[in-house]
């Protein structure tokens, strides 16, 4: 474990910081007085994460662990607490995406898909969810994804997950609705390492600009389901009300057709 402690600001934790939105948002968490515990598998680019606040004059440390295995995720947080105290802002940000193949069926990739994406968002608030409420106070994000509004093809599984996510956590807001701040995050595309490559890309912004906009949301204490940007999530409502044949020529995927063998 790596950590620096200064001041006295609230405790967040970040899953999925060692890249893309969740590094963006350690960072800015940490740049506005947050003490950040970040939580990934890859540590070197966790501590390299933490460095960076550290040197910025910010407080923060880092625990390895698989978000979907449920007994290191728990290992994982109980460390960060350890270090910086109880947890006022959980972030559960880490995710996992695999194209969905068709014949045969990817399913490892499914059971992955679900573990990362659903379970560890459900491991993470598990952590944090019996101390909050023993405070009776605290925040609860989850990013999800625009893609939990519309099954894709080639994105079945992804879909699959970020819309579990959100029905997990629409749940979860009800039932802790005026105790603990419920917010499902649902951002459109993103340039990162998950991101995507060669597909049409609208509205597309930089993990720095998602970061900004999540963070705005904890700072607001802002519950709810929150879309953005705005105007991709505008056609993510159009999109989801085509009929299936434009979808398949929108989306570029596999047909489960076998490839042609090569005859000599
Ligand atoms: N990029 C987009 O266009 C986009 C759009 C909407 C929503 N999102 C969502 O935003 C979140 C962050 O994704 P990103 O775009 O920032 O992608 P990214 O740069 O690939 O970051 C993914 C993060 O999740 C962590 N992670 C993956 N599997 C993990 C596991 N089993 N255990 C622990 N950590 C794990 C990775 O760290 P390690 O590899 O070190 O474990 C990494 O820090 C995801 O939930 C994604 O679904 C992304």
New binding site residues.
Partial sequence: MTSVQRGAGPVAIV??????????LALHLGANGYRVGL?????A??EAAANEIMQAGGSACVA??????RTA?LAAVAAVESELGPTDVMVA?????ATTRLNPLNTADVE?TM???LM?VIYSLEAVLPGMLLRERGQLLA?????AFKGLPGESA?CAS?AAVNAYMEGLRIALRKRIVVTT????????????MDTI?PF?LT?EA?AARIARLIERRRGGVVCFPRRMAFLMGLVSRLPDGVVARLVPHDTGTLPVKATE
């Fill in positions: 899953t999925g910081a060692s890249s893309g939105i969740g590094r963006a939580v990934a598998r890859r540590r680019e966790l390895d662990a698989d978000v979907g295995d995720l940000n880490a995710g996992f995406g992955t573990r990362v994406n560890g990013v999800s994804s625009l893609a992804y970020k995050v649902c951002p459109g595309f993103v340039k990162t390492a998950m991101g995507p890309t597309m993990a998602a």
